[in-house]
């Protein structure tokens, strides 16, 4: 089969190899769509922590076809140990002991039953391969106040995890300002009923959805007293940011990190994007041939904010 192998640091082949062995209970998954992501991005650049060894199989937004029962499915990146603490609090995305699943750019995939949610009728397999990011959007959502106690949101940072974001604060009746320095990214997010800005101030709630140390800070400059920061968007490894102590004491404001979802928010997703609760085809770039991937992933996340739909057959 196809599939698209990182061999090192920005060294990226689409070559023949051997089809997936599944071991264990895993199953066999035809890929029909796979999307790119930031993360894509950084392990092309400089490897990623849940990278196996070189050469290894990556790509995260999985959708795909079982073969053995034919039933379509959305390939979710990781299964918890459900054994852990987090895991028995009931909190499996920070799951100190996930199962990764990887390997989306490619013809087939192996997958462990358990990663496997089943696609809604009418959803096209790039829409559900974009439910693995929404989860993570539904998460952090999940992670801010109610819309009642928080009716007016900013989100820093306007690339898919942003505009995702956004789109669910809005279909929740919240007014939601996107904050972005690229004004297509501002276009993209009025365009989906947010108002944008080059910078945010005086929120309920802010969303950080860039992940660098100075938009954290400026974050949790954002917000109003008694507000909330849910910081969505992941620093390099080693990151330090400094924030200051005022606000986080004298108008305890509520800082909280949002990491990855749970099983039931990937169904979430998938729910609402098969109702076009959240249009995913405002973020969709191509469709793009595994040969292609190398040098869309080398183009970076810069201009609009925009996922390519990758169809490894
Ligand atoms: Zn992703
Ligand atoms: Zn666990």
């Known amino acids: 089969m196809r599939a698209a192998i990182l061999h090192g640091p920005e060294d990226l082949r ?10 264990g209970d895993e199953v066999l998954v035809r890929v ?28 995260h937004e999985t959708a795909g076809t079982r073969t053995d029962t034919g039933e379509r499915v959305l390939v979710g990146d990781s299964v918890a140990c459900g054994a852990c603490r987090p ?58 106040p109610a819309p009642a106690i928080a009716p007016d949101a900013g989100v820093l940072g306007g690339g898919p995890m942003g505009q995702m974001i956004a789109a669910l604060l809005v279909a929740e009746g919240r007014t939601v300002t996107v904050a ?6 501002r276009v993209q997010a009025e365009a989906l009923g947010a108002a944008a800005a080059e910078a945010l101030a005086d929120h309920d709630v802010v969303f950080e959805a860039v992940g660098r140390p100075e938009a954290w800070r400026a974050a949790v400059g ?5 507000g909330c920061v849910v910081f ?6 080693g990151s330090d940011a400094q ?15 949002a990491f990855h979802h749970a099983p039931a928010e990937v169904d979430r997703a998938l729910a609402l994007l098969a109702e076009g609760a959240v249009d995913w085809r405002a ?19 810069d201009g609009p904010a925009r996922k390519w739909v990758v169809l490894p057959r």
């Open 283 to 301: 973020l969709a770039a191509g469709p793009i041939e595994l040969d292609a991937l190398p040098g869309a992933l080398a183009a970076g996340n």
């Open 32 to 59: 029909d769509a796979a999307t790119t992501c930031g993360t894509d991005v950084k392990m092309w650049r400089r490897g990623h922590p849940i990278l196996p060894p070189y050469p290894a199989r990556f790509g």
């Open 243 to 257: 924030l200051p102590t005022r606000p986080l004491h004298y108008d305890e404001l509520d800082l909280r990190g």
């Open 222 to 226: 954002a917000a109003v007293p008694g």
């Open 180 to 185: 972005d320095r690229h004004a297509e990214r």
């Open 232 to 237: 969505a968007g992941g620093c390099a490894a």
């Open 14 to 23: 689409v070559e023949d190899v051997p089809a997936p062995e599944p071991r």
């Open 87 to 144: 895991c028995r609090a009931g909190r499996p995305q920070i799951c100190r002991d996930p199962r990764w699943v990887l390997g989306g750019f490619a013809e087939l995939i192996a997958a462990p039953p358990a990663a496997l949610h089943p696609v809604p009728d009418g959803l096209d397999a790039a829409g559900a391969a974009m439910a693995e990011p929404l989860a993570a959007a539904v998460h952090a959502v999940d992670r801010a």
